[in-house]
């Protein structure tokens, strides 16, 4: 059964995403993550990561949400400066999970956990490329005239070429 609903933003079932906003402020992005998660009647949990201090946390709600099926979703990474090597390791053996479900049965995550960094287009995120190429990149733009650019930015934030990276734009 297909829904007549449009909706402006998918995610991967198989990696977890990064969605780069056009804007610093990403509240249009968070906002159609709620929208897509609530068509699918999934719980959402958002953190805003305004410093490094925002880590531990984070890595408490990423766990709650593998353990319970929570849509994480972390704002403002682009704040990070230097992302700690247990978190980085969690989201490493995140990602292969949800790309190898079948064969990670012993390191279950919930089914309907989905994790997503969202960062603006004008800053860096400073995660490894070993690990950026990961995940599932979407662009998310609130202003048509961005749109060249935000492209622009995900490529250069990359450097790399991702298979099935997508670019998702919001009608007016």
């Known amino acids: 059964r297909t829904s007549s609903l449009h909706l402006p933003l998918s995610l991967s079932d198989t990696a977890p995403s990064l969605i780069i906003a056009d804007s610093e402020d990403p509240k249009d992005a968070v906002h159609d993550v709620y929208k897509l998660a609530a068509c699918q009647s999934r719980e959402v949990k958002v953190l805003c990561m305004l410093g490094d201090s925002m880590l531990d946390e984070a890595e408490h709600m990423i766990q709650q949400g593998v353990k319970y099926g929570y849509w994480v979703v972390l704002t403002h990474c682009h704040c990070i400066t230097e ?22 049965l012993p390191k279950k995550i919930h089914q309907s956990f989905k994790l997503v960094l969202v960062t603006a287009m004008s800053s860096e995120i400073h995660l490894p490329e070993d690990l950026m190429v990961r995940f599932s990149v979407r662009t998310h733009h609130c202003n048509p005239a961005s749109v060249p650019r935000v492209e622009q930015r995900a490529k250069r934030c990359l450097e790399v070429d991702i298979p099935g990276a997508g670019s998702d734009s919001i009608p007016d």
């Open 83 to 104: 992302w700690s090597q247990t978190i980085l390791e969690l989201m490493t053996d995140i990602s292969e999970i949800m790309a190898n479900r079948q064969e990670s």
